[in-house]
């Protein structure tokens, strides 16, 4: 924990001689007695609010998480991590998962972070205080939100203490309804005529007449600040009831009159000091050095907070202060009176301090008050993706916004940084003006000297290879990235992984398996020398799942298993290791090892949860969905793709799609429900009426898995078709078109595809009575699967393939494969449990458990809404219309149609009216 | 003679908004009750008894919901 952020989570010191408040602790002690869940303490500044809080916690023997607020901490990502770390105060168990989230640089939908937050609080058994400071400068929606929830759900053991000059937008009303809010006000904090005394008299030790301290009371309205003020005013003064008398005005005026005085009576030295000072947030010794020149900082430090000059110590050894709120800012406004000359210098020399520091943030900050925007770009540039990956893109975006739009119209840098903040977040449209300048900018060098630095050139042809992979142009892609190689330093890791990353999604979608697996190694290795754990894991998921694909679980499991070890160990969880704990899943769940499939895929999906990364998610959840039908259960097989369905609503990445259509055909035939699973594939080009026809299939196309699953799943119809209903017309045709996506997938070293429809293949000459052809087939996977151990894509082939397998046996057609490993596959098919409704359909062809041309067809039956829109767009009514008829809004409807389109499974009106008459649904 | 104000004092605030809008609504997540005085197609006038830190963050309450604001008059 930085020394910066420690000062944030360190209740405020007391002073020795303070007044103390019974009144006010005894309410407070109180509202916590009975129970009352939440205290809100809102005052204007200088009531004594924290001094107050600080006070009482400082008496209880309750353990307490305290949270100073900054203005800057208005952004989601910044707030939770300093919530968490305060709450870690307490329990460091205390949101772990969130944690390690966001310093992986995503931040998790608003309902996961108050759900898993209220869970890990729900832990705690004993009373605990939290305590937010300065809540006033909370108003981000997405916070408040988020806290609304944990205020309405909060824990019994825990009470939270909200500090702040305005009440909060949170749901006040209703717990004082409730009687759930203890509050202390202005009017409670104001001080009494004897606390004024007391604070006068004693502790300032003023001698004061009771009618002076009350006149000053009055004038002051008990504001504390102002007392303080005025105290220090009077001191040596021999005139203090004039000087009470002639004080009055507004707070405002009161302070400001009483600052000068204050300061009046300090030395020039003292004077220069505070001034010179009061641009800096917080204070030590050695910052106040650089920034002032002088070398006697800390001392003065130390003899103005023993002055009582309004300084608040941050930590225990007395070596960061804060300057009180109020005081800074009139500091301030004197500083702008008298040293505006000085004022930019000494922001530069303050930005060079946190330079040296390490404080970025600080740094930037300074340098855009200097008005110092090189600097500042290039600070922002350099350190721009790390603060973006700990999701603190409103700062970032907030500093960007401060530089002047002419001066960052011809910096390369700050256009490059603009850039990379919206495509970090996927917002194309948005970063495109700045992508267009960098064009621009790039193919004029002339406009700017830094366009020749070879460094910002090869940033700028990593993002143009990322953004031609996303347009399906991988040729120029590698092209770029090779350039961008040849420009980018050896010893700059950090960019030329991502030079990397761009390769290696450009040789995948060019099917270049050697290249691929280089450019993720490269990844692998560049990461690990720019220490870049996130980099390093992408590298290996990636190479992970090329082993998969290509058949080599070994090395996966080692990549996968290595990759995330490392991320447990860092204690981060940055998104893509949703993809690597899936990943092992997959492995596991093809070696039929289910126990260990399943608790991995449990982790990917509340990984993909906890991030918000709904693509793994929904991918992880198909394999799960085939992992519940292999055991036989097919209604948790059925809830599972339920889920990824939903999903699909949502995000819809096209390979994705394709794998979720390929589970509903396995599962719908699983349930015997031919029709629903017919229909997914004609909307796609398939036809099953005779003669069997399909879309072209170009052989060795790119993506082979991706584009074949669905020829696949046609397959797995026509097998059903022969099986249940003696069809055996197009078993020919679905040979044939086997033929090609095996010889496709062998091509490309595809080896799960290729095992997939190899076995497929076995089944439908099976079904011709050609059992000899069924056996080379059956024995050719054997052959392929065996030196990876490949047991569960035999499983879910069913019970007609144990058959086969045994038969492989019996007429010794195993060549090289060992017997023990076909035995022990057969072993697992006497383990598994065969679906429910799926009995051996080559001996008995089942009847439909469900009546075909009925709502029953549907996984997810229309709800009444739902109805209503499709009766009326059945009518040949618009959306307005329908809106206007249902009394709802357009969108409402146009998300309405999008269900039952999904629902139906069809793409357009006609196909939905027509699909809802089929099944009576009008 | 009127005693001035002082930043602590609770005070009835009584509010002008435009339009109209469901007072049930805003009361759910808001940090001061509200009571409805008048309501009619155009504005809706209620009231609140606060201070300067609760009429302050219920302003900011109203505005982050898209309210907007026409009038605020203080009861003597």
Redesign the interface.
């Known amino acids: 924990m930085s020394d910066l952020l420690a000062t944030k989570l360190r209740r405020p010191a007391l002073a020795a001689k303070r007044v103390h408040r019974p009144r006010l602790l005894q309410r407070l002690n109180d509202g916590l007695d009975s129970g009352r869940q939440v205290t809100l303490v ?3 500044a200088g ?1 004594g609010k924290t001094t107050c809080i600080s006070d009482w916690i400082n008496a209880l023997d309750v353990p307490a998480a305290w949270l100073s607020l900054d203005p800057a901490d208005d952004d989601p990502g910044r707030f939770f991590t300093y919530l968490i770390a305060a709450l870690q105060q307490v329990d460091t168990n205390v949101g772990r998962e969130i944690e390690g989230v966001l310093r992986a640089g995503q931040l998790p939908p608003g309902e996961v972070i108050s759900t898993t937050l209220l869970n890990d609080l729900l832990e705690w058994k004993n009373r605990c205080l939290v305590i937010l400071d300065d809540f006033q400068v909370i ?1 981000d ?1 997405f916070i408040l939100h988020i806290l ?1 929830q944990l205020v309405i759900n909060l824990p019994r053991a825990l009470h939270l203490i909200l500090i ?11 717990l ?2 409730n009687n759930q809010l203890t509050e202390v ?3 409670d ?2 001080f009494t005529d004897r606390e004024a005394d007391q604070f006068l008299n004693e502790r300032l030790g003023l001698s004061l007449s009771r009618s002076d301290i009350a006149a000053l009371e009055d004038r002051t ?3 504390i600040v102002g007392l303080q003020l005025a105290g220090l005013s009077l001191h040596g003064r021999t005139d203090s009831t004039k000087f009470i008398a002639d004080l009055s005005g507004s ?1 405002r005026f009161i302070l400001s009159y009483l600052t000068e005085e204050v300061l009046n009576r300090q030395s020039e030295n003292t004077q220069q000091f505070l001034l010179q000072t009061s641009i800096l947030e917080r204070l030590n010794g050695d910052l106040c050095n650089a920034v002032t020149g002088r070398t006697d900082s800390q001392g003065l430090l130390q003899q103005l907070f023993k002055a009582n000059l309004f300084l608040i110590p941050l930590d225990d050894q007395g070596q960061w202060y804060r300057y009180h709120q109020l005081f800074a800012d009139l500091l301030r406004d004197l500083h702008n009176t008298l040293l505006k000359d000085q004022t930019v210098e000494l922001h530069r020399r303050a930005s060079h301090w946190y330079v040296k520091a390490g404080l970025v943030r600080e740094a930037i900050e300074h340098a855009l008050a200097a008005t110092d925007y090189a600097t500042a770009v290039h600070l922002i540039e350099d350190h721009a993706m790390d603060l973006l990956m700990q999701w603190h893109i409103k700062t970032v975006n907030g500093w960007l916004q401060a530089i002047p739009a002419e001066w960052c119209q011809y910096s390369p840098r700050a256009n490059l940084a603009f850039a990379w903040l919206h495509l970090m977040r996927g917002a194309y449209d948005q970063a495109a003006p700045y992508l267009q300048r960098l064009y621009a900018l790039f193919s004029d060098p002339q406009t700017s000297e830094e366009t020749t630095d070879p460094v910002l050139t090869a940033k700028w042809l990593a993002i143009q290879t990322m953004l031609l992979n996303a347009q399906g142009n991988p040729a120029q892609s590698v092209a770029l990235g090779n350039r961008a190689l040849e420009l980018a330093p050896e010893n700059d890791g950090r960019v030329r992984s991502l030079i990397y990353l761009g390769l290696a999604g450009a040789y995948q979608q060019l099917d270049d398996y050697a290249r691929a697996v280089d450019a993720f190694q490269m990844i692998i290795q560049y990461g690990r020398t720019a220490t870049n754990s996130v980099s390093e894991l992408l590298g290996s998921s990636g190479l992970a799942l090329l082993a998969i694909q290509h058949g080599q679980l070994h090395l996966a499991y080692d990549l996968a298993s290595h990759g995330i070890e490392r991320v447990e160990r860092s204690g981060s969880l940055p998104p893509i290791s949703t993809a690597v704990y899936g990943e092992l899943g997959v492995i596991h769940y093809q070696w039929h090892q289910l126990e260990q499939a399943h608790r991995y895929f449990r982790r990917a999906i509340q990984v993909s949860a906890l991030s918000g990364y709904s693509d793994a998610e929904l991918f992880y959840g198909v394999i799960l969905s085939r992992l519940f039908q292999i055991e036989g259960n097919l209604e948790a097989a059925a809830r599972e793709l339920q889920k990824a369905v939903d999903l699909m609503q949502v995000v819809a990445p096209a390979a994705v799609r394709e794998e979720v259509i390929a589970q509903q055909v396995r599962l719908y035939l699983a349930q015997h429900r031919l029709a629903a699973a017919e229909t997914l594939l004609t909307g796609h080009g398939f036809s099953f009426q005779d003669p069997f026809s399909f879309p072209d299939l170009q052989t060795g196309q790119p993506n082979v898995r991706s584009v074949a699953v669905l020829y696949l799943s046609a397959l797995r119809i026509l097998l059903y078709r022969a099986k249940a209903r003696r069809e055996l017309t197009n078993v020919k045709p679905g040979i044939d078109l086997a033929d090609q996506l095996i010889a496709g997938a062998l091509h490309h070293h595809y080896l799960l595809f290729a095992l997939e429809a190899l076995l497929v293949r076995t089944q439908l000459h099976a079904t011709l009575g050609n059992e000899q052809a069924s056996l080379t087939d059956c024995a050719q996977a054997v052959e392929l699967a065996e030196p990876e151990g490949f047991i569960s894509v035999f499983i879910e082939e069913g019970p007609p393939l144990a058959a086969t397998l045994a038969a492989l046996l019996k007429h010794d057609r195993l060549g090289a494969v060992q017997r023990s490993y076909v035995e022990k596959i057969l072993v697992a098919f006497s383990r598994s449990q065969p679906p429910e409704a799926a009995h051996d359909e080559l001996a008995a062809p089942p009847q439909p458990t469900v009546p075909e041309g009925s709502m029953a067809e549907l996984i997810e039956p229309l709800t009444d809404r739902e109805l209503d829109v499709l009766r009326l767009m059945a009518e040949g009514l618009k959306y307005a219309e329908i809106a206007k008829g249902l009394f709802i809004s357009v969108n409402t409807v146009r998300s309405h149609v999008k269900v039952i389109y999904g629902k139906l499974g069809v793409k357009n009106r006609t196909q939905a009216i027509e699909q809802a008459r089929r099944w009576q649904l009008l | 003679m009127l005693r001035k104000l ?5 005070c009835i605030y009584h509010i002008l908004i435009k339009g109209q809008v469901a007072l049930d609504e805003i ?8 009571t409805l005085e008048r309501i009619d197609t155009a504005t809706t006038l209620f009231s609140v008894r ?5 009429l ?3 302003l ?2 109203l505005h ?1 919901r898209g309210v907007m604001l026409l009038a605020i008059h203080r009861e003597r």
């Open positions: 809102s005052a204007p009531f108003q929606q609304e702040t000059r305005e009440d909060p937008s949170l749901p006040l009303a209703r004082r309804a006000r202005a009017t904090l104001r309205e008990g504001w707070h | 002082a930043m602590n004092d609770m009361n759910v997540m808001s940090p001061l009750q509200i606060t201070d300067q830190s609760g302050i963050g219920l900011r309450h982050a």
